[in-house]
Structure formats: C-alpha cells, structure tokens
T-cell receptor, first 115, second 111 residues
Framework: GAVVSQHPSRVICKSGTSVKIECRSL??????MFWYRQFPKQSLMLMAT?????????EQGVEKDKFLINHASLTLSTLTVTSAHPEDSSFYIC???????????FGPGTRLTVT | GQNIDQPTEMTATEGAIVQINCTYQ??????LFWYQQHAGEAPTFLSY????GLEEKGRFSSFLSRSKGYSYLLLKELQMKDSASYLC????????????FGPGTRLSVLP
C-alpha cells in the first residue's frame, strides 16, 4: 500500500527557533498533501492544504507566516514552524492523497516540544 | 462550513457490539470517512461511504444517510485492541475544506 513518511518523529527545540518537518510519499506521487495538528485528547485539526507547485491554502486561524508550507515536488512537502513558542508544542501529522480514490495516507506524525 | 458531532467517550465489553454515531452538517458534502487512531499514532483508514446504506468490511461496518447527515460505525466482536479513538471525517467538495475530522470518540474495551 501507499506509504507516507515524516521526519523527524520527535523534535525538541528552544523557544524562538524554527523547526522543519518533512512529509514524503514514498511510493506514489501526491499532488495534494494535508497538514494537521493535534493537541492532547483533541481531534485532528486541518492546518493547510498543499498542492504541488502552488501556494498552500490555510485554514482560518492558522498563520501562514508562522507555519510555512512548501510542496516543491510530487513526493515532498515541508512544514516549517517559525519562531516556535511553547504553545506550538503539538503532534503534527501530514497526509497525502494517494493514487487511488477515496483514501488519505497518513504519515506517522511528528511530536514537537518547544521549551 | 462544518459541524460534526460524535459522542466523546464510550465503553464496551470484549466480544460485544458497539455503534458509534456521527452527525454532520457539511457544505458541499461528497462522502464520509471513518478513521481509527490509537494514542500517539496517526489515524488509519477504516471506511469511506459515498452512497446511502451499510457497507460491511469484516468486523467493521459503516452506515451513511446523506439526507439525514448521519453516519455510524459498527464494531462487532470487540477486541481489546479496538480501544482507540474513532474519527468521523466528512469530505467536502469545497476548496480548502476537503477533509475535516470530527472530535472523535474514545472507545474503551473492557475484559
């Protein structure tokens, strides 16, 4: 089946620094990738939709200048959390629209802790 | 817009049957996904319904009524490993609103 990887799986950074999270579709081309954030005991919240070669579409309330998304190729999307703050600590998950219909393939997630 | 409602928590016994309901109000509704998410892990796909009716897949079945904005996930012969969150996710055709998760239902399966 289709596989999506994320790197890193866990990252700890200091407040004020930037962190980049990579999302890769390993065996298929993903024209659309999604980025989610999940706080403890809460559901996944869609942050942005990323289409290859174009600007990401951000959900209401998500700061595009703080969460930079780049989808430069059909197999890679990156999320950069700029000037991270402790409240950005969360579980970040990407998903990709696969080659087949109807399904989203999720990456394993990245646990970000900002100290 | 999106408005999705699921019970927050449910408890059931091993071997039993449990039904997890989801109601939604989704503009541009296209279909509905159910996902399972174990703690600390990414969600995994369970089912996708586009047409009204019940679709069965092993121990799990999913039902959709488009006119009522209602779906349920039916889990039979519950096992301890079924303890997880179950996320209802209506899909919308509207740009920028393709895929939104409900609040999730935390299911605890007891021995």
């Amino acid at each position: 089946g289709a596989v999506v990887s994320q790197h890193p799986s866990r990252v700890i950074c200091k407040s004020g620094t930037s962190v980049k999270i990579e999302c890769r579709s390993l065996d298929f081309q993903a024209t659309t990738m999604f980025w989610y954030r999940q706080f403890p005991k809460q559901s996944l919240m869609l942050m942005a939709t990323s289409n290859e070669g174009s600007k990401a579409t951000y959900e209401q309330g998500v700061e595009k200048d703080k969460f930079l998304i780049n989808h430069a190729s059909l197999t890679l999307s990156t999320l950069t959390v700029t000037s991270a703050h402790p409240e950005d600590s969360s579980f970040y998950i990407c998903s990709a629209s696969g080659p087949g219909p109807y399904e989203q393939y999720f990456g394993p997630g990245t646990r970000l802790t900002v100290t | 817009g999106q408005n999705i409602d699921q019970p927050t928590e449910m408890t059931a016994t091993e071997g039993a049957i449990v039904q997890i309901n989801c109601t939604y109000q989704t503009s541009g509704f296209n279909g509905l996904f159910w996902y399972q998410q174990h703690a600390g892990e990414a969600p995994t796909f369970l089912s996708y319904n586009v047409l009204d009716g019940l679709e069965e897949k092993g121990r799990f079945s999913s039902f959709l009524s488009r006119s009522k904005g209602y779906s349920y996930l039916l889990l039979k012969e519950l096992q301890m490993k079924d303890s997880a969150s179950y996320l209802c996710a209506p899909e919308s055709r509207n740009y920028g609103q393709n895929f939104v998760f409900g609040p999730g239902t935390r299911l605890s399966v007891l021995p």
